[in-house]
């Protein structure tokens, strides 16, 4: 079957600095893209979205970059702060048998952000 | 609003046991979910449920029962316990094919 992968299992950079999340899929049927953080010893937070329809979008110091032709999904954090040190999740909504979705998640990387 | 919330926090089990996972949204959501989560192998969905009184298999069924009895609860249930099923159990819920909010997980551990 298809499935969502992680290029960098772990990234560290230095605070302030701007940090790009790299994330390749496999299944051009798929419309939707989730990037999720997830904290030590806590839930998936849902960070932004971006729909096949879409190349980029903007959040609150966050921007997704959507590239179907080589299947590739970015997220870029600016001025990347202590509290942003997480897990990072990529995940696509794919559908799956008739009119039902699935959500496929990479397995993570792990941004670390150094004072 | 609470968002997500799972109950218990933490649980150890010894094998053989039987326990129940309580997932509660209070978003009005159609879809929930249960998923595992271990080292190195992401999440993987166990079984989810598309409305109240209907649930379906995802990935990682086996060992596990579920229900949806009301719309704002999923049950997860374990009916004898394996060490295998060691892990951190997420639940998740959403609007139709839109983003899903998680839980802050229970952590299991089965001796």
């Known amino acids: 079957g298809e499935s969502v992968g992680l290029h960098l299992p772990t990234l560290s950079v230095q605070e302030g600095d701007n940090s790009i999340i790299n994330c390749a899929y496999s299944?051009?049927?798929?419309?939707?893209f989730i990037w999720y953080k997830q904290e030590s010893g806590k839930g998936p937070q849902f960070i932004i979205d971006i729909r096949s329809n879409m190349d980029k979008r903007q959040g609150q110091r966050v921007t997704v970059l959507l590239n179907k032709t080589v299947k590739h999904l970015s997220l870029q954090i600016a001025a990347t702060q202590p509290g942003d040190s997480a897990v990072y999740f990529c995940?696509?909504?794919?559908?799956?048998?008739?009119?039902?979705?699935?959500?496929?998640f990479g397995k993570g990387t792990l941004l670390t952000v150094n004072p | 609003n609470a968002g997500v919330t799972q109950t218990p926090k933490f649980r150890v089990l010894k094998t053989g046991q039987s326990m129940t996972l309580l997932c509660a949204q209070d978003m009005n959501h159609e879809y929930m979910y249960w998923y595992r989560q271990d080292p190195g192998m992401g999440l993987r969905l166990i079984h989810y449920?598309?409305?109240?009184?209907?649930?379906a298999k995802g990935e990682v069924p086996d060992g596990y029962n579920v229900s949806r009895l009301k719309k704002q609860n999923f049950l997860l249930g374990l009916e004898s316990a394996a060490p295998s099923q060691t892990s951190v159990y997420f639940c998740a819920s959403s609007s139709a094919h839109q983003t899903q909010y998680f839980g802050p997980g229970t952590r299991l551990t089965v001796l």
């Open positions: 449920s598309v409305g109240e009184g209907t649930t």
């Open positions: 299944n051009s049927a798929s419309d939707y």
């Open positions: 995940a696509e909504n794919e559908l799956s048998g008739g009119s039902n979705y699935k959500l496929t």
